[in-house]
């Protein structure tokens, strides 16, 4: 599976701090934010990009430019909200998408509870998540995904585990995922170890 870990000290520095459980809500979505902002750069590292020529003050010079083509960004409801701000800071013209998946404390098995996409087909979709634990979740909203008409979908997240991401190679084979750590594993109740605890929660306070 084609899966890119994030490496850049400013990276390690920020997850360090977003595991550390007394980091408070303001500067976990701080931190979402510039992580999420590193990420999309990362994720976005080999999109077209156009000629122009241009006059500096002293000359005439040829520069790139990124070329026509509408991005989308979908975060998974709600933690994935934390991951959106930076992709529409960089490219203004992005659309954003929802998907509302929410784990079943019991079971871990995501109930979706909300969908709303903008149109898919011959985009680059981004689907952001913090966490990616047993899977299930990200796997559901690659399946909307792809039956809305997406190709190119690439897989954004904080944290991975290693059954995550073989479950997502195991539905969706191929499917590009940028993670910023791939942790050890997960602990009975299905959460990521050492992780950092249950995004949503962390990130809004609840
Ligand atoms: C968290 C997280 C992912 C999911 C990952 O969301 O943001 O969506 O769990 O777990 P999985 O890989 O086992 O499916 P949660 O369901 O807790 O909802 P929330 O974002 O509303 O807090
Ligand atoms: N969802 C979270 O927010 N954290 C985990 O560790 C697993 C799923």
């Known amino acids: 599976m084609p899966l890119h ?10 997850i360090t701090h ?6 408070k809500p303001a500067t976990i979505r701080t931190l979402a934010y510039q992580l999420s902002l590193l990420l999309a750069i990362e994720a976005t590292g080999d999109i077209a990009t156009e000629e122009k020529v241009i006059e500096t003050p002293l ?15 979908v975060p998974i409801l709600r933690a994935g909200l934390g991951m959106v701000q930076p992709f529409t800071d960089i490219f203004p013209d992005v659309s954003v998408g929802y998907i509302g998946l929410e784990r079943d404390h019991e079971t871990a098995r995501a109930r979706s509870y909300y969908c709303k996409l903008p149109p898919l087909q ?10 990616l634990a047993t899977g299930g979740s990200a796997v559901q909203a690659l399946t909307v995904l792809r039956e809305q008409g997406a190709t190119d979908v690439r897989l954004v997240c904080i944290v991975s585990a290693p059954e995550g991401v073989a479950e997502v190679e195991k539905h969706h084979p191929g ?7 791939l942790d050890r594993t997960l602990n009975a109740k ?11 929660d962390r990130l809004y306070g609840t």
């Open 18 to 23: 977003l595991r550390d459980k007394t980091t």
């Open 175 to 181: 499917t590009v995922v940028h993670t910023a750590a």
């Open 122 to 131: 011959d985009r680059h979709v981004f689907l952001v998540d913090p966490m």
């Open 5 to 14: 870990l994030l490496d850049h000290p400013l990276a390690a520095h920020i």
């Open 59 to 73: 000359e005439s010079t040829r520069g790139r430019v990124l070329a026509h083509q509408p991005l989308v960004v």
């Open 190 to 200: 299905k959460y990521i170890l050492p992780g950092l605890g249950d995004f949503g």
